[in-house]
């Protein structure tokens, strides 16, 4: 055989799969389905080790069921739409979509010589018409079902990409994009209805038992089912009573304030009143409006003058304040206080001088709340001071629960169950992105467009000339031979709805477009009918909240709207969750004292130390989250070009568990590549024998193989990527060894090759034609292990000399013990211990140990 050429033998084998279209998938009764996705990627234009990884994974899995008789369907698309477009338009005056067609067509050239199982004529993009056309279909289907509607909402807005943020786009404050400091603002919204299925999503993830543990408990801490307390405080001026709710009401007693949100209807009726109240809740509303923003900002409030009567006690009176940390859209947008058990309220109390007032004490402790809350976990009991249920040891747990029945039956409270998660906000008021199809008519009101005007296509430019994104704001609100157009109901002059979908939206149903992507409706029910559901769905922990539970609300809307069946309002039946692929960071200093990244392949590194090609010394920082903004990433095409695709395979999935972060290293990628040569010249040896030569050891070569079957396939079966490969090098190295006859070595290295082929797909087709092997290896069947060759003859039994191991004997397991004890008497080290004398005691431990004691 030649010379190991990943080159020639990676663009070989692609060439012959395409040829025989073995990854095409198509609908078929006569085998068992297999869905198989990864997340798919956004059109960046640099693939990097971290998309390798992950897409190697799905692949090992596709690949493998392929082999196993499954029709697999394994595809692949790219989530297109969002700001990096409009903001690399912005700063290179291009367009968004050349853009990001472009950076489709580099990413697919990158993923193309992996090798990667896909059925590629499945490929869409989200900024596709075709593939938005549908969206906007599935947008008309949930309006006409009460799935989608329109309000006034207090929104985060980017004054700076001046469009809304989801609170997951707001970091530290500031718009994740362009990093200004986000506002509270209040604008009219779609908003899609997931609320209604609070309990139905919370409940249903008991049943995702091929889910994270981790992932479940996120998504239940997210959709925040909590029971508590709603009831009215009455004003003594006479005006609506303040509606609150609250999940401790057993803390009322500490009660210290009411508190309402700027955004709240009395807050607004004094804004219009007062100007000093006007400027106030504009100060307010420049914070943002996540968890975060409001738990780290300065906490701001003013004393309306309005007092409310404690509900126990007419007597005792409360102030109202208004408060820049309470928010209208959960609860009643009206809290009471209790500064002695809850950090926030606490801060709050000291910076205003306002009663702290603690309603129990730890049962060893009853110091007096100073800087810090005391708030125990509701599991833990504690000592109670008057409360009015009579409670005097009880957990919060249960005097939460005695408080609401004591509200219930005194007539002036009801408990209530309330979920966390809130409506999900649509609205993006930016360009890339799917236009919303409705229309606004003067006679009509909000008109849904006709589906037989869909796509709603977005213009590409304006009267000819090209849209300038340089210009802040919302390029289709500018543009008038787009934006007017005729009512769909009354004929007359209207305007488009100029604001675009959030790009969760466009991920949010892309895995049931794939069973049917060229289909004129959403989805081709009877296609969806067999590839449904995703069998095994894989991607980051980043997306284990709003993208996943966004497509779990998504999949049961497009049920109830006959897009997909019943069985899939949970889409995905299995979820890994792949660690990160690492690198470290070099870095150095620029003239400005801003930081300079440098590419790995820019760095020399020497004795520990890291040099750019002029002999500047670079700073290394160790092991870092591969980060296009740090230079850190390590491009696919230069290792395919320096060791083949198999090596950049081989490294991802043998270093590490799959669901922890791999270091990326260039000694690992070539120690990677060294022993794929080492397999290549093993193959070659075994070729070059006389098929007639016989030798020794047939049956332990064949015994070894099987076990190597058994490993990998449970290897594979349970995403232990690396323990499979640890397996393969062990089989690797016996066979390397072996005296085995020609025919039993030929056997062996085709085996290896069936066994490799999910991580090293080339490499395997190149040994398995060499050795003769019938069509191609990656649809040949699955090697099965022979349970009777697993059976073990005979054990190894260690041997101690006087509580020292010192050395070990191999007799059959059926051997009586005083055959053992006669062998191991006879052992090199036994011998030398006892010097010619007799033992003072042997015992033999059957099937485990033999202890001698000299």
Request: proline share 6%; net charge negative; glycine share 8%.
């Amino acid at each position: 055989m030649s010379r190991y050429s990943a080159t020639e033998i990676e663009a070989k084998w692609q060439e012959a799969w395409d040829k025989a279209g073995i990854f095409q998938a198509t609908r078929s009764g006569g085998k068992p389905k297999y869905y198989v996705l990864e997340m798919f990627p956004y059109p960046s234009g640099k693939l990097h080790m971290g998309h390798v990884r992950n897409y190697t994974m799905g692949d090992v899995i596709a690949r493998y069921k392929l082999s196993t008789g499954h029709n697999v369907l394994h595809p692949m698309g790219f989530d297109a739409f969002g700001m990096p477009a409009e903001n690399a338009a912005m700063a290179s005056g291009g367009h968004p979509k050349d853009w990001t067609y472009s950076n489709i067509d580099t990413m697919v050239e990158q993923m193309k010589p992996l090798g990667l199982s896909l059925d590629w004529s499945r490929m869409f993009a989200t900024c596709d018409p075709e593939y938005y056309g549908q969206q906007q279909a599935l947008f008309l289907d949930f309006l006409e079902k009460g799935l989608v509607y329109r309000k006034n909402a207090v929104v985060n807005w980017d004054p700076i990409d001046m469009t809304v943020l989801a609170n997951e786009q707001v970091e530290n404050g500031r718009g994740w994009r362009s990093g200004a400091l986000v506002e509270r603002r209040e604008l009219t919204q779609w908003f899609f209805k997931i609320s209604d299925f609070s309990e139905e999503l919370l409940a249903s993830l008991d049943d995702l038992e091929n889910w994270p543990a981790k992932v479940r408990l996120m998504q239940e801490n997210w959709i925040g089912k909590s029971r508590g307390l709603q009831f009215s405080f009455e004003r003594t001026d006479g005006g609506e009573p303040i509606e609150v709710y609250t999940t401790r009401p057993d803390t009322l007693m500490g009660a210290s304030f009411v508190g309402i949100s700027p955004d709240h209807p009395i807050a607004k009726g004094l804004e219009a009143e007062s100007e000093e109240v006007a400027e106030f809740v504009a100060e307010c509303r420049k914070g943002g409006t996540t968890e975060e923003a409001i738990e780290t900002a300065e906490k701001l409030g003013y004393d309306t003058g309005i007092r409310v009567k404690h509900p126990l006690n007419p007597d005792w009176e409360l102030p109202v304040w208004i408060a820049n940390f309470i928010l209208m859209d959960y609860g009643t947008g009206a809290i009471f206080a209790c500064p002695a058990h809850d950090q926030r309220d606490l801060d709050f109390c000291r910076k205003y001088d306002l009663p702290v007032v603690d309603t129990f004490f730890a049962l060893d402790d009853d110091t007096p709340v100073a800087s810090e809350a005391f708030v125990p976990a509701k599991t833990e009991k504690v000592r109670w001071v008057d409360h009015f249920a009579g409670l005097t040891e009880a957990t919060g747990e249960d005097a939460i629960n005695a408080t609401v029945d004591f509200a219930e039956k005194a007539g002036w409270g009801q408990g209530v169950t309330k979920y966390r998660l809130r409506d999900w906000g649509l609205s993006r008021q930016r360009y890339w992105g799917c236009p919303i199809p409705v229309v606004h008519c003067e006679d009509c009101g909000v008109v849904p467009e006709k589906k037989e005007n869909l796509p709603i296509a977005l213009p590409y430019d304006e009267g000819g000339k090209p849209i300038d994104f340089s210009v802040p704001g919302n390029p289709l609100d500018r543009h008038p031979t787009w934006r007017d157009c005729a009512c769909p109901s009354c004929g007359k002059p209207a305007q488009r709805e100029t604001d675009t979908m959030d790009t969760f939206v466009d991920s949010s149903w892309y895995f049931a477009r794939f069973t049917a992507p060229r289909a004129d409706t959403p989805t081709d029910m009877a296609e969806a009918e067999y590839w449904m559901n995703v069998d095994q769905y894989i991607g980051g922990i980043e997306h284990a909240i709003l993208h996943l539970l966004y497509s779990r609300f998504f999949a049961r809307a497009m049920q109830i709207c006959g897009h997909l069946p019943e069985k899939s309002k949970e889409p995905f039946d299995a979820l890994f969750t792949q660690g990160m692929v690492t690198h470290a960071i070099y870095k150095t200093t620029g003239g400005n004292h801003r930081p300079v990244y440098h590419y790995p392949e820019e760095v020399e590194l020497r004795d520990g130390k890291g040099f750019l090609k002029d002999g500047t010394e670079v700073e290394i920082i160790p092991s870092a989250k591969m980060s296009k903004s740090k230079n850190n990433v390590v491009d696919p095409l230069h290792i395919i070009s320096s060791f083949g695709a198999d090596t950049a395979r081989w490294f991802v999935l043998s270093d590490s568990p799959p669901e922890r972060d791999v270091e990326w290293t260039a000694s690992g990628a070539e120690a990677a590549y060294k022993h794929l040569n080492r397999v290549w010249n093993l193959c070659g040896r075994i070729a070059e024998m006389d098929p007639e030569t016989t030798g020794q050891g047939d049956e332990d070569l064949l015994r070894e193989m099987h076990k190597a079957i058994r490993d990998v396939t449970l290897g594979v079966d349970s995403f232990g990527f690396n323990a499979a490969i640890a397996k393969l090098y062990a089989f690797t190295n016996t066979l390397a060894k072996s005296k085995a006859s020609a025919k039993v070595q030929k056997q062996a290295i085709m085996t290896l090759a069936q066994l490799m082929s999910p991580m090293t797909p080339h490499l395997a087709e190149d040994i398995w034609n060499h050795q003769g092997g019938e069509g191609l290896v990656a649809t040949a069947p699955w090697p099965v292990a022979d349970e009777a060759m697993l059976v073990e003859d005979t054990m190894t039994l260690p041997i101690q000399i006087n509580g020292k191991r010192r050395g070990e004997i191999e007799v059959a397991k059926d051997l009586d013990k005083a055959e053992v004890e006669k062998r191991a008497l006879a052992h090199e080290a036994v011998q030398k211990a006892l010097n010619g004398a007799a033992p003072k005691k042997v015992i033999v431990v059957p099937g485990r140990i033999v202890n001698v004691v000299a």
